[in-house]
């Protein structure tokens, strides 16, 4: 301290906080002390502060050498077709319609509306003759010689498709193939040998792991956003087949078809779609893993087409109640509620009922899950599906066949039988019953509203055709399966019920009626 300062003021200055000014003498800082007044024969001094040095950070992550060695590989991909009413836009492979309003004359956008509203789409009175639309979205290069991935929804019903390089080069391509279960495309560029591409990854991303996204925006074109994985195995409840990752990093219209990248440069995951309550970025984005874009882009490029395996049944998730109904340990697998006549998994012996928990030593988690491992198999192959049945496992071999979705959209749902004229019988467990026309189960008349069939969705007009995998066609059948079900200890029998033609499994609660 310096020395013209008082003895008191030293003592002053250490029980106080310094005054700190800036701004004086061109944004310069002084410290000023100044003693109490019984201390005024000491002169005060200014004193330079000394300058913030700031760390150096070593430890931030950087993503701008990878940028600059993927980048080159990354492309937008502008779409040309027709046939679209005028009140269409596309912008990345999605469709906004748009309706103006009428607007008073004195309305601020009137003038902007009479000037530019047929420009945008605006509907007259009149029938609308189609118009071309444009569409943009991203993808990227998989091979020296010009394949493209990118999504189906960007590339679907066009006529003309460019493909546009980071550097500014365009260049026409053609579609080679698209898959609409998954949502890929592959379109290729031709003449070309030396372009530069990205590598699928061989490994799934963990989940907290770093992601890169490079895409097209908006039609902004080269644009990087950064996040994490947030999750895997999401089911966005529009694809069959897809196992998407969720990541966190910025995705909007315009980003679909492009890559997310790991830290290694290698291609994760295929943007596709987002969750957004406004139609932006809320960062819920998703992706198709790069174990499902080899497989569709490989077939795509060899043919043209997709071919899937198929076993031929159908089935539904495994409830807590069903669980305890069937004696499994825990809610797991698919239910096969019908299998299809003459399907390979009718011709190997799986029977309605059957809960398949496994397949080639997989565990089955839920029904999405088998369609999922099924489809990922190829025609003709050989697969162990082990089922649960009648309280224990039992191993069936199927040889696959190839899924004909055509064939299996065309197939009619049976005619509903009227009922046969019987007397209806009130059940212990809240439903009135009365055989079925067909002579095949039996027909509900009545629910009672608080009873637990009602919680579970039993309705009037569903056919109950099993009760604990036996056949009901009488009410002194079902009250005897009931029966069979509390005799062997259990509380939820597992019935097997229809409506409209479609099979399904209910586990129903025996305890209490009124549950």
Known sequence: MPSNFSSSARKWIGASALAIIAGFGGGSAFVAATAPSHAQSGAATLVPAAQIAVPAV???????????????????????????????????????EFNFPDLPDDHPFKDFMDQFGQQFGERGNGPQSPRKFMAAGSGFVISADGYIVTNNHVVENADKVTVVFDNGDEASAKVIGTDEKTD???????????????????????????????????????????GIVSARGRDIQGSSYGDFLQIDAAVNTGNSGGPAFNLSGEVVGVNAAIFSPNGGNVGIAFAIPASVVKQVTAQLIDSGTVTRGFLGVGIQDVGKDIAESVGLASAKGALVTEPTKDSPADKAGIKSGDVITKVDGKEINNALDLSRTIAGKNPGTEVDVIVWRNGKEESVKVTLGKLDEAKLASNDKPAKEEPKSAEPAPTSVGITLVPNADGQGLLIQNVEPDSAAAERGLGVGDTILQVNNQDVA??????????????????????????????????????????
């Open 474 to 515: 009488s009410v002194a059948d079902f009250e005897a399966a009931v029966k069979a079900v509390k005799d062997a200890g259990r509380n939820t029998a597992l019935v097997k019920a229809q409506r409209d033609g479609q099979t399904r499994f209910i586990g129903l609660p025996l305890d209490d009626a009124s549950n």
């Open 184 to 226: 890929l495309a592959v379109v290729k560029i031709e003449g070309k040998s030396d372009l530069p591409f990205v590598k699928l990854a061989d490994v799934e991303p963990r989940v907290g792991e770093w992601v890169v996204a490079v895409g097209n925006p908006f039609g902004l074109g080269g644009t990087v956003t950064a």
């Open 58 to 96: 070593t430890n931030a992550p950087s993503f701008a050498d990878l940028v600059e060695a993927v980048k080159p590989a990354v492309v937008s991909i502008i779409v040309e077709g027709g046939g679209k009413d005028t009140h269409n836009l596309q912008k990345g492979g999605k469709q906004f």
